[in-house]
């Protein structure tokens, strides 16, 4: 950096190895002192931060109460910039080096190594989140922040793992503080730290204000915890230009709106969490390009719309948690291709309808499955009720509410949780299934009662158990079936007369 150098600042903002050229007006200080450090630091930071509007401009540094003035402050009394050197030109060309970059219109010039400028543009942004932020005393001594023994790359708390982080060229990589004393807005001056992987600010509860557009500079990005925040607004568009991102947590916060096309972009993502936040909108197709994601958590959200049929093509997919939204329509028979899928949760989608894709019996790994307090009708046993099934826990409208003689919306005979819906709160009330009415059959056969043995009839099952209401009947033991030929319907137990009857799912709706 050297003395009358006038120069542009690049198109985006610089990473480490970037020869980067700020404009300023320097002088080498013969005995630093702070303010004279306060000056030269100003210099060459301020062509920096004018790039971008929202950045800081030089005025800023005129008022001394102001956060960035403070920075600087303290920048000038606890920073020592260790390349700094004058060299003499014979021309005033602009010349660049390996590590760093010299310009002159003079002969005299400073030198400052990229490293350098880099590790100062660092602390610059470090010290300036801790002026910014509020309750900075309470939460600033957990981490060790603002040491000025120490190197900012320690300013940590270790047995949380918490802190600022750093690789070995001694760059900030890591941006994790976890604080409910941490409040306000994330100033957009955290968007220089180029070189960042982690951004977690996860549990921050009292930190607001919206996503920056600036987060697409962070090209590195892998993995990024906004959840529990107080954060709002929408996921920027800009999101697409994180290819790296392995993880995006933003759930449990007031992150709302839809979610963006671009995530398609985000091939290595492996986990999105979006839960209990306000999302709206319906599931972008371009998660098709998804092709390494494992878990999905968006439930508890205003999600709408019909489930893409492009959710097939999802294959290392394994949790798939999209219950208590607003989706309508029928389940794709695509589903049937997540080979990998273990949990498949849709409960309390109301408008969820049609019957179950046979394709789901292809989910060989699938131990946890939930359609209560949905639309769906039909008999669920060709599909779930298998000798190959390995289903732990199933979940389904096959009850109806207590006192109530109607026949349930499904038949699912090795449902373990049978639902309905409750009128009063509108979701589904799940119960193991215990009763007797809740009896399903194979081919006119109960298969609740009989040590893995099918007993003659329905109705005799009825007869063995309609006595001892509430005891739970034995679970049939399905490696031991070998006539696995499934009836188009299903039996249960007819209300008003106690007998057993076939079940006819083409009737609708059904338990109206």
Known sequence: VSSNSLSTFPSSLPSASASIQPSAMLSMPASP???????????????ILEAEPSFTNRSVFEDPTSPESQTMEWLSKNHQISSLSQQ?????????????????????????????LNEL??????????????????????????DPDSHHCQWQNPSESKGIFCDDDLEVIGFQLSDRFISGTIPDELYLLTNLWNLDLGGCTNIRGTISTYIGRLSDLWDVRLDGTSM?????????????????????????????????????????????????????????????????????????GSLPTEIGLMTSLRVFYI????????????IGQLVDLEQLYL??????????????SNLRNLKDFSIGGTSIVGNLDPILCLATNTLDRIWADCSTPPG?????????????????????????????????????????????????????????????NVSSLGTPPQWIDFDEITNMEICSGSCALEGTTGMCKMRNFTDAPLGA
């Open 33 to 47: 002192t702070a303010d004279s450090l306060f000056l030269l630091y100003t210099n060459i930071l301020t062509p």
């Open 347 to 360: 409960q309390n989608n109301k408008q969820l309808n049609g019957t179950l894709p046979s394709q789901i």
């Open 404 to 464: 109530v003689s109607i026949l349930s919306s499904v038949a699912c005979s090795c449902c373990r949780h049978c639902c309905y819906t409750d009128e009063d709160s509108g979701d589904a009330e799940c119960d193991r299934q215990t009763n007797p009415a809740y009896t399903m059959c194979y081919n006119n056969e109960c298969t609740s009662c009989g040590n893995g043995r099918f007993v003659s009839s329905c109705d005799e099952c009825i007869d063995r």
């Open 88 to 116: 003499t030109f014979s021309t005033g060309r602009l010349r660049n080096f390996d590590h760093g970059i010299a310009s002159s219109r003079s002969e005299t010039t400073l030198i400052l190594h990229a490293s350098d």
């Open 232 to 304: 709002e607004g929408s996921i920027p568009s800009e999101i697409g230009m994180l290819t790296h991102m392995w993880r995006w947590a933003s759930y449990d916060s007031h992150v709302n709106g839809s979610l963006p096309t671009e995530l398609g972009n985000l091939i290595d993502l492996e986990v999105i969490d979006v839960k209990g936040s306000a999302m709206t909108g319906p599931l972008p197709v371009e998660l098709g390009n998804l092709v390494n994601l494992e878990s999905v958590y968006m439930f508890n959200n205003l999600l709408t």
């Open 121 to 146: 543009l660092e602390k610059y942004v470090l010290v300036l989140l801790y002026f910014k932020m509020g309750n900075s005393e309470q939460w600033a001594p957990l981490y060790n922040y603002l």
């Open 323 to 334: 219950e208590d939204c607003q989706f309508h329509g029928q389940i794709p028979s695509e």
